[in-house]
């Protein structure tokens, strides 16, 4: 069992930066940061392989958002740069079960707000 805790949301104007962290109790394998807006579908943002050397992206943050983990600190990180208001949501990190390869381990979530 992995347990995950974001921090790091907030408010920012558009144009503005975050940092979104996500610390893990444990060994965790691949991991990704996914979003929810008001009235819409969860969506995958960002995902990265369990030693940091493979990411991908959504298509509509590439260029913009950056996925890195620390494993000596077991922290996963979403750096997000040139928000939009379209990037308001409330962002959840997720953890893959090595058995079933899903995202099975979820965090709280934290919200983001970015004011147009």
């Known amino acids: 069992q992995v347990q995950l805790v974001e921090s790091g949301g907030g408010l920012v104007q558009a144009g503005g930066s975050l940092r979104l962290s996500c610390v893990a109790s444990?060994?965790?394998?691949?991991m990704a940061w996914f979003r929810q807006a008001p009235g819409k579908e969860r969506e995958f943002v960002a995902g990265?392989?369990?030693?940091?050397?493979?990411?991908n992206y959504v298509d509509s943050v590439k260029g913009r958002f950056t996925i890195s983990r620390d494993n000596v600190k077991n922290t996963v990180y979403l750096q997000m740069n040139s928000l939009k208001a379209e990037d308001t949501a409330v962002y959840y990190c997720?953890?893959?079960?090595?058995?079933?390869?899903?995202?099975?381990?979820w965090g709280q979530g934290t919200q983001v707000t970015v004011s147009s």
């Open positions: 990265v392989s369990w030693n940091g050397g493979s990411t």
């Open positions: 444990g060994r965790a394998f691949g």
């Open positions: 997720a953890a893959l079960r090595p058995l079933s390869g899903q995202y099975e381990y």
